[in-house]
């Protein structure tokens, strides 16, 4: 199933949006100053995610992988799961 097709189904976003939309969406969290930045490590990879209401997760190589509205995200991104804690974005890079 397409990474679309899934947001749509699970009703994260309209049926009518594009694959334009889904990516805008990822660009807004990733243009947003108080995006909280995490990395995870499963499987000897390096994912990088900038969540603000959605995370957008990047491969190490820096291609997008996922766009996605956690249902609790204070119990997804934690350490015991393997996610780490950077800060904000904008502590991080300048806008």
Do not use: C
């Not at 699970?10 to 243009?31: N, Q």
């Amino acid at each position: 199933m397409s990474h679309l097709r899934r947001r749509k189904k699970r009703g994260h976003l309209p049926e009518s949006a594009s694959e334009l939309d889904l990516v805008a969406k990822g660009v807004e969290i990733l243009k947003s100053p108080d995006s909280i930045v995490y990395s995870y490590t499963p499987f000897k990879s390096i994912y990088f995610v900038i969540y603000h209401e959605w995370a957008v997760i990047f491969d190490e190589d820096g291609f997008w992988d996922t766009a996605f509205p956690p249902d609790v995200p204070e119990r997804y991104f934690t350490f015991e799961k393997g996610y780490k804690f950077h800060g904000k974005l904008t502590e991080l890079i300048e806008l």
